[in-house]
């Protein structure tokens, strides 16, 4: 491979991460149907109708902002199991991992709650099916802890908690974001060991 092409290859990379960031950005402030290619491209400095070098449509882009998040939430969750010891080292990891995410992504949190129902349905199928695995990772951490609970009350407590943390697009104004970390991690723990 050439340093042409290689430059080329890390120019588009580069793009297409700043068309996911910006999408995300946009989408967040002003919904999915209020945000054109045009305003999409301009944002990356770009026209419009380059966007589609990177995406088919509109509804792409939204997909893989919001697919993507979901993989990435359930990758990570599992690597963060597998790096800990015991369950409470894991759920402690676990809170981290995810107060981490809701603080780093609040615009993407903002657009799936929003606009989750933008999706096609194959892509609203599989959002929904990874962030199943992704509270099965924790139900299962859960489990350990607290093995005379049912499935369904843990799954009922890991989800809480996510209510929790990723309502920090709407609850975290002027604060830093260390405070509210620590606020989140306290918090989580407190309810999921209780």
Not at 95 to 110: G, P
Not at 124 to 145: F, G, I, S, T
């Amino acid at each position: 491979m050439t340093s042409g092409s290689t430059d080329r290859d890390r120019a588009k990379a580069d793009r297409h991460a700043s068309l996911l960031r910006e999408a995300a950005r946009l989408f967040a402030e002003r919904g999915f149907s209020g945000v054109s290619l045009e305003d999409l491209g301009a944002a990356v400095g770009v026209g419009g109708p380059a966007v589609y070098r990177h995406f088919a449509n509109k509804q792409a882009l939204l997909g893989a902002i919001l697919v993507g998040v979901s993989r990435r939430l359930l990758e990570g969750g599992r690597a963060v199991v597998a790096a800990e010891a015991d369950p409470p080292s894991q759920l402690a990891a676990l809170v981290r991992f995810h107060a981490d995410f809701a603080l780093a992504d609040a615009d993407v949190i903002r657009v799936h709650d929003r606009d989750l129902a933008s999706l096609g349905d194959s892509e609203r199928h599989l959002v929904r099916r990874l962030q199943h695995e992704y509270v099965d990772v924790w139900v299962a951490v859960l489990k350990e802890l607290h093995p005379d609970r049912s499935g369904a009350d843990l799954r009922v407590r890991a989800h809480a908690c996510f209510g929790l943390m990723n309502s920090t697009p709407y609850s975290v104004r002027d604060t830093n974001d260390h405070t509210v970390r620590a606020i989140l991690q306290s918090m989580s723990l407190a309810a999921l060991t209780a």
